[in-house]
């Protein structure tokens, strides 16, 4: 779900400033304790308090670990404010990918009622079962 993020992130890197990219290159220095390239779940807890879910969703490979790519889309979230990472107001984990808003809810941006996609079909499944019933 992540990798559209990534590539988002990747984007805004490729096309900023050398200034910038050394921000973000710095940044990733600062998460990797012992240097090794790659930030671990250990490393990534020892800096942010949200731990292993925002860990888990950052790591699109599942590989264990997070790479340069990955924490991209963590600087340009939480440093630049250029990607927004929504919490879904059906399961409160936090959505790495494409979410569902109520259109009603729009005008009352940043308080909308947000969904992923699991919990939209889950929605819609529980509709469609009302329905049925009357």
Excluded: W
């Excluded at 490729?14 to 940044?27: G, L, T």
């Excluded at 942010?48 to 963590?74: C, I, P, Q, T, W």
Aim: proline share 1%; hydrophobic share 30%; net charge negative.
């Amino acid at each position: 779900m992540a990798d559209g993020l990534r590539r988002v992130a990747r984007a805004y890197y490729e096309r900023s400033s050398e200034e910038q990219r050394d921000e973000a290159k710095d940044f990733f220095t600062r998460l990797d304790l012992n240097g090794d390239d790659r930030i671990s779940l250990e490393e990534f807890k020892s800096c942010f308090a949200s731990g292993e879910e925002f860990f888990s969703k950052l790591d699109s490979r599942s590989a264990g670990f997070l790479d340069f790519s990955d924490v991209l889309v963590l600087f340009y979230h939480q440093k630049k404010a250029l990607i927004s990472i929504s919490r879904c107001d059906g399961c409160s984990q936090k959505i790495m990918g494409p979410y569902f808003s109520c259109v009603l809810c729009l005008d009352h941006f940043p308080s909308t009622y947000d969904l992923c996609c699991d919990c939209h079909l889950l929605e819609r499944n529980r509709e469609d079962m009302q329905k049925s019933r009357n």
